[in-house]
């Protein structure tokens, strides 16, 4: 449905932000998670690892090398 693809599209722009502020290295993840409209930081945690496959955590780690 419409609905579901609106949804994905809005997280696909979230997690999207998300890599950019965790690239810059200035905010928690927690922070970022809450920034980037995330209720939980289980559901951001899990969102961008369905969209990214790697963690938040994982994702910062790689970029900062």
């Known amino acids: ?3 579901a693809s609106d949804v994905y599209k809005r ?12 690239a810059l290295g200035e905010m928690d993840i927690s ?8 209720d939980s930081i289980t559901h951001f945690n899990r969102t961008f690892k369905q969209l990214v496959n790697l963690t938040p955590t ?6 900062m090398k």
Do not use: D, H, P, W
Request: net charge positive; with cysteine.
């Open 11 to 22: 997280q696909e722009m979230r997690v999207g932000y998300a890599c950019k502020l965790l």
């Open 1 to 3: 449905s419409s609905a």
């Open 31 to 38: 922070q970022i998670a809450v920034e980037c409209g995330f």
């Open 58 to 63: 994982q994702y910062r780690s790689n970029i």
